[in-house]
């Protein structure tokens, strides 16, 4: 069985940070590129950052660049995504899934180039 399984959400005060934890379960991460999605609530779906399979590449969404991280650890399995300055607008569902085809700069933020999403874990960004 294929799965994806999202962890490390929780409250944290503005301008704090998380790790967030993507683990592949059933299947090998390596020859997939990896999106992290976020959805606030009455609102769509968000591609927030991907990274490819290799890591040679890594996209962001303008509103986390320079305070978000996509990394890889093949070896453990796992998609991490690094926030800092945490902002009220980052709360949201945080999801992972594999891109159906390499992504590209352009393709990163559409949920349609993915699949295998994961269940999602909570971000609240509150003081």
């Known amino acids: 069985q294929v799965q994806l399984v999202e962890s490390g959400g929780g409250l944290v005060q503005p301008g704090g940070s998380l790790t967030l934890s993507c683990a592949a379960l059933g299947f090998t991460l390596d020859y997939y590129d990896i999106g992290w999605f976020r959805q606030a609530p009455g609102k769509e779906r968000e591609g927030v950052a991907s990274i490819s399979s290799g890591e040679s590449s890594t996209y962001y969404v303008d509103s986390v660049k320079g305070r978000f991280t996509i990394s890889r650890n093949n070896v453990k399995n796992t998609v991490y995504l690094q926030m800092n300055s945490l902002k009220p607008e980052d709360t949201a569902v945080y999801y992972c899934?594999?891109?159906?085809?390499?992504?590209?700069?352009?393709?990163?933020?559409?949920?349609?180039?993915?699949?295998?999403w994961g269940q999602g874990t909570q971000v609240t960004v509150s003081s």
């Open positions: 899934a594999t891109g159906r085809l390499v992504i590209t700069p352009v393709t990163m933020t559409d949920p349609l180039m993915y699949e295998n």
